[in-house]
């Protein structure tokens, strides 16, 4: 069973950046997509972005793309969010979540970390 812990979350303002970290229990992280999904309140969870085992294919919703970088350090078992840019709008708890295949469907995730919360104020 995989844990992950998230970490890096905060209150920023708008414009500015924050880099967010998922810590893997397991040295097998590296078995595992890794994708980052986020929740703001009174709505539904949404995939932010995925990376692939190996070869290191990103995945990015369209709200994200070109100010948010997924990566990963599979010699760390850790995955990273580096996020730019930041708008009100992108404040939500963000949370860590690994599978076996890539998928932007949070029902295809098995492993969750506990969550993040990024707050950007205008």
């Known amino acids: 069973q995989v844990q992950l812990v998230e970490s890096g979350g905060g209150l920023v303002q708008a414009g500015g950046s924050l880099r967010l970290s998922c810590a893997a229990s397991?040295?097998?992280?590296?078995?595992?997509?890794g994708a980052w999904f986020r929740q703001a309140p009174g709505k539904e969870r949404e995939f932010v972005a995925a990376?692939?085992?190996?070869?290191?294919?990103?995945y990015y919703a369209d709200s994200v793309t070109g100010r948010f970088t997924i990566s990963r350090d599979n010699a760390k078992n850790t995955a990273y969010l580096q996020m730019n840019s930041l708008k009100p709008e992108d404040t939500a708890i963000y949370y860590c979540a690994a599978a076996r295949f890539i998928s932007r469907a949070s029902n295809d995730y098995d492993h969750w970390g506990q969550g993040t919360q990024v707050t950007v104020s205008s």
């Open positions: 397991e040295r097998t992280f590296s078995n595992y997509v």
């Open positions: 990376i692939s085992r190996s070869l290191g294919t990103t």
